[in-house]
């Protein structure tokens, strides 16, 4: 496999329900960011992993954790949900060091909460 | 702060005509600019970049971006449009003293036949 992949690519769970989703990076960057995109609106910037500590945690509620345990994987734990959380989460990844290194972005998962 | 303006939600175009999106910027320091489209289903994929000095840059599938520092923009262009290139646009901006990135809402190019 090359570049980001995501998995799984779509998911449905329910308000009570516990998932993960999965990122993994193969080109040798060392940092990893989780994005939610939802329509018509900014792509947000949710948590962001440099050198496998977490550098940027955007005010995200505790239902979203994540983990990041090496610097090729992230995950991103769920659980009690609410349907407004339903939308297309990306992993990315980049070479830190360089504020201007582009990022590199994974299919994403479609989420939805019912 | 930094923050990108993307004006337009929607561009369309006829087939073979240039095409341009727009993207203006606020940043208190000098800016790294960046494009990146999303096709249906996919992530985003990068375009090109804007780091310093000449201020048209050229990336992918023939796209150039001219960086305005007098009108803090950064519009997208092609010469002439390909039905191919119908997708969602993003411009981003950092701020070398950030550590994020942050995105603009994205524009919809559709290019007619």
């Known amino acids: 496999e090359t570049g980001v992949t995501q998995t799984p690519r779509h998911l449905v769970m329910g308000m009570t329900n516990k998932k993960s989703l999965k990122c993994e990076q193969h080109?040798?960057?060392?940092?990893m960011y989780w994005y939610k995109q939802s329509a018509k609106k900014p792509l947000e910037l949710m948590f962001v992993y440099s050198l496998e500590e977490r550098v940027e945690n955007n005010s995200v509620p505790s239902r979203f954790s994540p983990e990041c345990p090496n610097s090729s994987h992230l995950f991103l734990h769920l659980h009690t949900l609410q349907p407004e959380d339903s939308a297309l989460y990306l992993c990315a990844s980049s070479q830190a060091g360089e504020a201007n290194n582009e990022q590199f972005f994974g299919p994403g998962t479609r989420l939805t909460v019912l | 702060a930094q923050s990108v303006a993307q004006p337009e939600d929607q561009v369309n175009v006829a087939e073979g005509n240039p095409l341009t999106v727009k993207c203006t910027y606020s940043v208190s320091g000098n800016p790294y600019l960046f494009w990146y489209v999303q096709y249906p289903n996919r992530g985003l994929q990068f375009l090109l970049k804007?780091?310093?000095?000449?201020?048209l840059v050229k990336g992918s599938y023939g796209f150039e971006a001219e960086f305005n520092k007098s009108q803090t923009s950064f519009h997208l262009k092609k010469p002439s449009a390909l039905v191919s290139d119908s997708a969602l646009y993003f411009c981003?901006?950092?701020?070398?003293?950030?550590?994020?990135?942050?995105f603009g809402t994205g524009t919809k190019l559709q290019v007619i036949p």
């Open positions: 804007y780091i310093t000095g000449d201020n």
């Open positions: 080109l040798g960057h060392n940092a």
């Open positions: 981003a901006v950092r701020d070398p003293g950030y550590q994020k990135v942050t």
